[in-house]
């Protein structure tokens, strides 16, 4: 009679474990998501990992993993696992009709472009005898970028703005007859050929008009992103350059600026022969978005050209033009070449300030070169951990 039993229990085991294993995955969704689009090096962001189970089925046990670059670290290392990626998996057990939901916090370490990708899904049997694998999708989830570290650049605005001052008043003293502005009352000073004798006829008094100015202000970033494997600190000071940059081009676009961010980095364009990068950004939330994801690139997969080289080639671009700009040059460079190509653009344009990336330990103070301002912009001074000279040797 026992024997019965447990034959008929076996029985129904094995009909229960084979139904199990034919029903385990029905209705069953694995996400993993960013809660940001996006978040500055540096910066914290928050991972989801959501388990559903839309039937009344339990599912007793089930193991998620997926991977992810290594420049994006979960502050939490559980169930992780770092080699080329990090590697984390976790742990369910989901009832019928249930939905799990848990939140990690991530930290960006490198510029990037992070998203999860090689989803798994297994299962062991009822029995333990097998495991089983629920097929993913292909592709990777909609990811997240790290964007370049955002930093204090208000010594560079601070000088940029007095530049603008000073533009601000000259361009005042010319108009162009053919940009409108407004009309307001005449005074000795106004030719007579200003005179809006309609408008002076309706109020009763002299009128005169008024015309904009004959240059628009415009501001243009250049952005060296070349770097020397033989100069200690190269890519900590590129760096640091990438972020003043960034930081910059974002607090003049939250000012409304006209603002322009131009990389030394080719376009890639067939047609174009020695084309750089560049984001007119301006008012174009659009247009900062993409300098943003643009930046967030390994540069060290692109083709760069000599930050002189592209200077002088924006000296050509920009020659018979009539804009007023002021140029702010971002490297961590200082060389002859590049302050001569400097000196070749601003000739045309006038001012410009070159914010040259340095070790605090330089002790580089802020000079004056004719019309280029000179200002050391110190790792330190702005939060950025840089290696020590014992890094050097161990590397």
């Known amino acids: 009679m026992i024997a019965v039993f447990l034959a008929g229990a076996l029985l129904l085991l094995l009909i229960y474990g084979y139904m199990y294993s034919r029903i385990w995955n029905r209705a069953l969704s694995v996400r993993v ?16 990992e959501e388990i559903e189970n839309r039937k009344r089925q339990a599912v007793p046990l089930v193991e998620i993993g997926f991977r992810i670059p290594t420049g ?9 696992q770092k080699s080329d990626y990090v590697y984390k998996r976790d742990l369910f057990a989901v009832e019928g009709m249930e939905r799990i939901v848990r939140h990690y916090q991530v930290e960006g370490k490198k510029r990037g472009y992070y998203s999860p990708d090689q989803l798994s899904i297994h299962a062991p049997s009822v029995l333990f005898r097998e495991e089983y694998i629920m097929d993913t999708p ?21 000088v940029l703005d007095a530049i603008l001052g000073e533009r601000e008043s000259a361009r005042r003293l010319y108009e162009d007859p053919f940009v409108f502005a407004s009309i307001r009352q005449y005074t000795v000073h106004d030719p007579m050929k200003a005179i809006n004798w309609k408008a002076s006829a309706h109020t009763g008094e002299l009128m005169v008009n008024t015309y904009a100015s004959v240059t628009s202000l415009d501001i243009s970033i250049f952005l060296d992103v070349s770097m020397d494997q033989n100069i200690p600190f190269s890519e900590d000071l590129r760096e640091l350059a990438v972020s003043g940059a960034a930081s910059l081009a974002r607090n003049l676009a939250a000012r409304q600026e006209n603002v322009k961010l131009s990389v030394n980095t080719s ?19 659009d247009v900062l978005t993409q300098m943003e994801e643009y930046l967030a690139s390994d540069f060290e997969k692109m083709d760069v050209m000599p930050f ?6 924006a000296a050509r671009e920009m020659r018979g033009r009539h804009a007023d700009e002021v140029c702010v040059f971002f490297s961590a460079f200082d060389t002859s070449d590049i302050r001569r190509s400097m000196h070749n653009l601003l ?49």
């Open 33 to 48: 998501s960013f809660a940001r689009p996006h978040i500055c090096l540096g910066e914290r962001g928050e991972l989801t």
């Open 72 to 80: 994006l670290m979960f502050i939490d290392a559980e169930n992780t």
């Open 138 to 158: 292909a592709g990777g989830f909609p990811g997240m970028y790290v964007y370049a570290r955002q930093v204090d650049c208000s010594p560079v605005l601070r």
């Open 267 to 285: 376009s890639g364009l067939q047609d174009h022969d020695g084309a750089y990068v560049s984001f007119r950004i301006g008012r174009q939330a």
């Open 308 to 313: 002189a080289d592209m200077i002088g080639k």
């Open 347 to 395: 000739a045309q344009q006038g001012s410009g300030i070159f914010v040259t990336a340095v070790r605090s330990a330089e002790g580089r103070q802020a000079e004056r070169e004719e019309n280029l301002f000179i200002l050391p912009f110190s790792d330190t001074q702005q939060g950025i951990p840089v290696r020590d000279d014992s890094d050097i040797v161990s590397d």
